[in-house]
């Protein structure tokens, strides 16, 4: 079978098949159900646990939890919270508190959100600490070091 033939069979029988899977569903199961699909999605831009330079715990979700991480001469970026979620359980707020202690190199305590660019939390030796409110879409905090030496302390409520 030539694959455009293939295309206009599948294409149906997806279509139909999605169809019967949600025409029990009301508008609101439907949203919940995507929510939670672009959810899992999201989670995959989180550094993976075996990746990171630290110790990671979570809190109610993905967005909260504690991080705690001795670097040394480490330049890369760990995504370390956050996710996609359209319609987050929690609410769209979120307190960040961290500290940053740096022996050598530059390291930023980043958020990101969407397509915008990244804005700047902590660039450089101290402390923060801040209530976001988070828009749609998606949403992490981590952390980018050049040639750094230092700890980071991360808490998320």
């Not at 991480?69 to 508190?97: C, M, P, Q």
Request: glycine share 12%; with cysteine.
């Amino acid at each position: 079978m030539c694959h455009r033939k293939k295309w206009f069979f599948f294409a149906p029988v997806s279509v139909l098949s999605l169809s019967l899977l949600l025409a029990g569903c009301s508008k609101e199961g439907i949203l919940k159900q995507y929510n939670r699909v672009v959810e899992l999605a999201g989670n995959t831009t989180l550094t993976g646990g075996l990746s990171l330079e630290g110790k990671r715990t979570y809190g109610d979700d993905h967005y909260t939890g504690n991080y705690t991480a001795d670097y040394e001469h480490f330049s890369d970026t760990e995504y370390l919270f956050g996710g996609t979620s359209i319609d987050r359980e929690n609410g769209k707020d979120i307190t960040v508190s961290c500290d940053l202690d740096i022996i050598g190199g530059t390291a930023q305590v980043l958020w990101f959100s969407g397509s915008d660019d990244p804005v700047v939390l902590l660039e450089a030796e101290g402390s923060y600490s801040d209530t976001i409110t988070l828009p749609e879409g998606g949403n992490y905090i981590g952390i980018t070091g050049d040639d750094l030496t230092g700890h980071l302390t991360l808490s998320i409520e």
